[in-house]
């Protein structure tokens, strides 16, 4: 956890070095569609469905030249998923909703085309640190709702970090920006150690971003 701590702070103190170091800055937001990847869990694999979300962020480029560069971010990210399963012949609608920071630092190659466009893909670790959640089910009519418990003892929910690598690609017009990309939770949030249960994140995002700075 130490350490982990300490990545934070100086992936911090990255992102909001001085101005004048700093070539562009990308303010972004849009829509999230999370998943989970579950395994174990006594055989007992719910039907997991997307769930709408949506993120928010800032993101900082350090060029190295003129097609590469460093871009560490920070972004608020709703992430979590629904499912719906019928266990002994109830039926359990229910939905996670899990809200993190996310501080992913990206390698970013981009490509001049013609007219002032460019495409860009990017690759790079994030860590991921819970915030809030909330989980909402419907179990056999009866309403349940939830309050996400943050720890890694065995009465909590999800730990409260994780770490991952996300994927993206996208294209810029002056200086708007249009990204996809894909996380890929790669630590088991799952608080849970009976059965050799594990739940990792999985986040597709569509972006939509303002490019300003030198």
Do not use: C
């Not at 979590?80 to 992913?104: E, F, V």
């Not at 490509?111 to 690759?123: G, H, L, P, S, Y």
């Amino acid at each position: 956890m130490k350490n982990k701590l300490t990545f934070l702070l100086l992936l911090t103190a990255t992102l909001f070095i001085s101005h004048s170091q700093a070539q562009t800055f990308t303010a972004k937001a849009g829509l999230n569609l999370g998943n989970v990847k579950e395994k174990g869990g006594g055989g007992i694999n719910p039907d997991y469905n997307m769930n709408p979300g949506f993120h928010v962020g800032m993101a900082v480029a350090f060029p190295i030249n003129t097609w590469l560069a460093v871009e560490p971010a920070l972004v608020f990210d709703q992430k979590g998923a629904k499912y719906k399963q019928t266990l002994l012949g109830t039926d359990i609608d229910a939905s996670i909703r899990l809200n993190y920071i996310d501080i992913p630092v990206n390698l970013k190659v981009s490509q001049k085309m013609e007219n002032d466009m460019r495409i860009f893909a990017t690759a790079g670790p994030y860590l991921g640190i819970g915030l809030s959640g909330k989980i909402k089910a419907d179990v056999g009519g009866q309403k349940v709702d939830e309050k996400v418990v943050w720890g890694s003892n065995d009465d909590d929910m999800y730990k409260r970090t994780e770490v991952g690598v996300t994927f993206g690609t996208g294209v810029e017009f002056n200086m708007i920006q249009l990204g996809l990309s894909y996380d890929l939770g790669l630590s088991n949030t799952s608080a849970v150690t009976e059965e050799d249960y594990s739940s990792k994140n999985r986040v597709l995002r569509f972006s939509v971003g303002y490019r300003f700075g030198n």
